[in-house]
């Protein structure tokens, strides 16, 4: 069910909740999340169903009683997996109520580059907190890193819904905090001349392993971290991902994907992950003609429309 108490619907509050929950947890604000799937099942009591969803769906979240529930789409890769998993925790900790990620064909989720500091602007520049995966993605071998080439948008937008927002900067900051960015890149990066850390290619491969993150999520957070600004050299790095350049470094740096549960469930080619007596309840709450679809959460009706229910696809 959902968290009580109001609604957080901003950056920094969000990013609070974030580092909160990974306090309360013991893990260290330097350290990757050994495994999101652990924090919404063991920790904060939710269940969470991966499976094959129609087209453009990354997952949502449902506040059911007695046990939330999170469904995840499982043709994604594991580190988009991850993220989708994070952003909805997001909306189960701060309060948000149900919450779809339905996106068009051709949308592509974006980054959210806000400000650390209370004043937040749609315009803002790179010094903020959250971070967002691409709309598409391919599946990798199970020997492989899960972090497969994506398209990405060239002038990506901000969503308006300070909820997106907010479960963004929430995801971003529980996967792969701000501190534990810098501090990786203190100890990976060379430096320029100028003495400041350089961010070269293979660093942003190193931190996508470490974090579970896919390449392009990477650089998108060393920019919402405040280490890496917009400019021409953050273009070359976001072309060189488009790319694909970023696959062959894994082997030739002899690293290995971060082993959660999630990258053990992928592994094994398991297409659908449900945990015990959801798997049957909800595929009965979204098929059975007969239900009135106005008893349904949003979300629900929606996944009952694409699925041809209800007149509509």
């Not at 579970?212 to 953050?234: D, F, K, N, Y």
Request: charged share 20%.
């Amino acid at each position: 069910m959902t968290v009580p108490g109001p609604a957080v619907t901003d950056i920094p509050g969000a990013v609070a909740a974030a580092r909160r929950l990974r306090e309360a947890h013991d893990v260290r604000p330097e350290d990757p999340l050994p495994c999101v799937l652990s924090m919404a099942e063991d920790h904060l009591g939710l269940d969470v169903v991966l499976s094959r969803l129609p087209t453009g769906w990354s997952g949502f979240y449902l506040p059911r009683a007695p046990r939330g529930l999170i469904a995840v789409n499982s043709d994604h890769a594991v580190v988009r997996q991850r993220f989708t998993i994070a952003h909805e925790l997001g909306h189960h900790v701060l309060a948000h109520g149900p919450a779809p990620r339905v996106l068009p064909l051709t949308a592509t989720p974006s980054a959210v580059e806000v400000p650390e500091g209370p004043s937040i602007g749609e315009g803002a520049a790179s010094r903020g907190q959250s971070g967002e995966e691409p709309a598409t993605s391919a599946g990798t071998p199970s020997s492989a890193v899960s972090t497969a080439p994506v398209p990405a948008p060239e002038a990506p937008a901000p969503p308006k819904d300070p909820k997106e927002r907010a479960a963004n900067a929430f995801a971003a900051e529980l996967l792969c905090p701000a501190q534990a960015a810098r501090a990786f890149v203190d100890r990976y990066a060379e430096s320029g001349a100028d003495g400041a850390p350089r961010i070269d290619f293979d660093l942003v491969v190193r931190l996508s392993c470490a974090f579970g993150l896919s390449a392009w999520a990477v650089v998108m957070r060393l920019g919402t971290a405040g280490i890496l600004e917009r400019g021409p050299h953050r273009n070359a790095l976001q072309e060189r991902v488009n790319a694909a350049e970023h696959i062959p470094r894994y082997e030739a740096l002899g690293l290995e994907s971060l082993q959660d549960e999630l990258q053990v469930i992928a592994d094994r080619g398991f297409l659908t992950r449900l945990p015990e007596g959801v798997g049957g309840e909800l595929l009965a709450s979204v098929t059975n003609p007969d239900r009135d679809p106005e008893e349904l959460p949003p979300p629900m009706q929606r996944l009952r429309r694409m699925l041809g229910f209800d007149g509509g696809v």
